[in-house]
């Protein structure tokens, strides 16, 4: 069932083409909330409940607990992670924001940045500031990304933070999620575009979504808390994606699925490794 008072207004809607970002309200409840950070913690043990690994590549149980961990597909580990990362809601949210019918998921990762406390390291869990489609060449740059909070998130905890407009700046060179040095990125990033970063913090309450443009500059600084910030991060694609080959990105899981079901260079991402959200209407 859609939720019809989080759907974003014309007004909202033209914030985020102007902005690139928009934040909606509370999602998910707070018994919901605990289920989802249940499931979080279960996958981290490595405990699959459909017997599916996340996809390999990411963090997984074994690796150091003490570094942000980023692990994608979580959703085929875990039904109620599943729940959310195919939620309607969030669906008919990013069809009104990208103007589509169809929204289907492209795929969706589980981040946690552990607490390191006020004497945190300057670049302890910190995420570089880059676009979403540094990585994703091999589809069309109209994606939009729902970042969903399973806890208060503020900047004393890493919030993300958003470049308003960046997403109108085109694909640029040096985008880097793993570059832990802000400063260093953000000097090299600007010096390229020719335009000075205008930082905006996205603080949310647990349960609340922000979501952004996948050209929008972003990333985040450290956890100074004693408690992890974490969220269920869903990337959702418009009907008419579909695979550019020969890019930067063409080895990303995305191509690497598509071609596993006989997918080549022009065809849509479509499947049952891309369930829709929002179907258009009559489906």
Same mark, same amino acid.
């Given at each position: 069932?859609?939720?019809?008072?989080?759907?974003?207004?014309? /007004?909202?809607?033209?914030?985020?083409?102007?902005?690139?970002?928009?934040?909606?309200?509370?999602?998910?409840?707070? =018994? +919901?909330?605990?289920? #989802?950070? =249940?499931?979080?913690?279960?996958?981290?043990?490595?405990?699959?409940?459909?017997?599916?690994?996340?996809? @390999?590549?990411?963090?997984?149980?074994?690796?150091?607990?003490?570094?942000?961990?980023? !692990? *994608?597909? !979580?959703?085929?580990? *875990?039904?109620?992670?599943? &729940?959310?990362?195919?939620?309607?809601?969030?669906?008919?949210?990013?069809? +009104?924001?990208? +103007?589509?019918?169809?929204?289907?998921?492209?795929?969706?990762?589980?981040?946690?940045?552990?607490?390191?406390?006020? $004497?945190?390291?300057?670049?302890?869990?910190?995420?570089?500031?880059? &676009?979403?489609?540094?990585?994703? &060449?091999?589809?069309?740059?109209?994606?939009?990304?729902?970042?969903?909070?399973?806890? @208060?998130?503020?900047?004393?905890?890493?919030?993300?933070?958003?470049?308003?407009?960046?997403?109108?700046?085109?694909?640029?060179?040096?985008?880097?999620?793993? *570059?832990?040095?802000?400063?260093?990125?953000?000097?090299?990033?600007?010096? &390229? /575009?020719?335009?000075?970063?205008?930082?905006?913090?996205?603080?949310?309450?647990?349960?609340?979504?922000?979501? %952004?443009?996948?050209?929008?500059? %972003?990333?985040?600084?450290?956890?100074?808390?004693? /408690?992890?910030?974490?969220? %269920?991060?869903?990337?959702?694609?418009?009907?008419?994606?579909?695979?550019?080959?020969?890019? $930067?990105? @063409?080895?990303?899981?995305?191509?690497? #699925?598509?071609?596993?079901?006989?997918?080549? /260079?022009?065809?849509?991402?479509?499947?049952?490794?891309?369930?829709?959200?929002?179907?258009?209407?009559?489906?």
């Amino acid at each position: 069932m859609i939720e019809k008072s989080l759907l974003p207004s014309e /007004s909202d809607v033209r914030f985020f083409e102007k902005n690139g970002y928009w934040l909606a309200g509370k999602l998910v409840d707070d =018994e +919901r909330l605990e289920r #989802l950070r =249940e499931a979080m913690d279960q996958v981290y043990a490595g405990q699959f409940e459909t017997g599916v690994a996340p996809w @390999d590549g990411g963090w997984k149980p074994g690796d150091d607990p003490a570094k942000l961990r980023k !692990t *994608n597909n !979580t959703h085929w580990a *875990n039904a109620t992670l599943r &729940q959310l990362a195919t939620d309607p809601t969030l669906g008919a949210i990013a069809a +009104r924001l990208m +103007r589509t019918e169809e929204v289907r998921l492209w795929h969706d990762q589980l981040l946690y940045k552990p607490g390191g406390g006020q $004497a945190a390291a300057t670049h302890s869990g910190n995420i570089g500031w880059h &676009q979403d489609s540094h990585y994703w &060449q091999c589809t069309v740059y109209e994606l939009i990304t729902a970042w969903v909070a399973l806890g @208060d998130v503020t900047q004393d905890n890493g919030c993300m933070q958003v470049v308003p407009g960046s997403h109108r700046w085109g694909l640029l060179d040096g985008s880097d999620f793993f *570059n832990t040095d802000l400063e260093a990125l953000k000097a090299s990033i600007e010096g &390229q /575009s020719g335009r000075k970063f205008d930082l905006v913090p996205c603080e949310l309450k647990a349960g609340q979504v922000s979501f %952004h443009h996948c050209l929008t500059v %972003h990333g985040s600084g450290p956890n100074r808390t004693d /408690s992890p910030r974490r969220s %269920h991060v869903i990337h959702l694609q418009p009907s008419h994606a579909y695979y550019i080959g020969g890019t $930067a990105s @063409d080895e990303h899981m995305n191509v690497t #699925l598509l071609r596993q079901l006989g997918g080549n /260079s022009g065809d849509l991402f479509r499947g049952k490794h891309w369930p829709v959200l929002s179907p258009p209407p009559g489906d």
